[in-house]
């Protein structure tokens, strides 16, 4: 099994059963989700952003503005921190202390760098292809415009740790006779019927 050497600074250390260092892993999170939670500083301090993500090959895509402050931030290759979390289900106790969630989880150390301007067009349609399969080839490309405008930095897959936590409560002995009622409530994302959106006439 192929895993990643995620140096000890950034290695789990809570619940430390829960992690997972193999790529297998940490890519299944990763193309399941659609959005990261990406912090990095600025002289203001601490600053995170939710972005739209897809993962190509061992690295992480990211676009925007290349006005915006995050992009230009990364792009000079400030440090950031990328997480990504899927919610499985709320874990209902039968003490308030060992109330939990069932989640899915990977957090990404690194540096962005600039996607080269003639692999843009390639890594936009990876974005399209993730909110639906075969789009790119019936949407209008970018134009030179839009590429111009947009920029793509590729995170590498290098100091990376999945964590994951599955299954009930974990009660203590002497509350199990409690008359409380304990399981796992399931939280899903899907997708829901398409609704055509048109923009009335103008007149």
Known sequence: MSVFETSAVHRV????????????????????????????????????????????????????SRKSRIMRTLAAGAPLCLTVTLLDGLVLARSAFHHSMNYRSVIVHGRAEPVPPQEKP??????????AAGRSKEARPPNKQELKATEVLRVPLIEVVAKVRQGGPNDDPEDMALPVWAGVVPVETRLGEPVEWREESVL
């Not at 990763?30 to 090959?57: C, K, N, Q, S, W």
């Not at 390639?122 to 909110?131: K, N, P, T, Y």
């Open 13 to 64: 250390k809570q619940v430390a059963q829960r992690a997972a260092y193999d790529r297998e892993t940490a890519h299944r999170i990763l193309d399941a989700g659609y959005v990261a939670h990406v912090a990095f500083t600025v002289e203001a301090g601490p600053v995170v952003i939710p972005m739209a993500y897809v993962r190509m090959g061992d690295s992480v895509l990211l676009h925007g």
């Open 122 to 131: 390639e890594a936009l349609d990876r974005f399209v292809e993730r909110i």
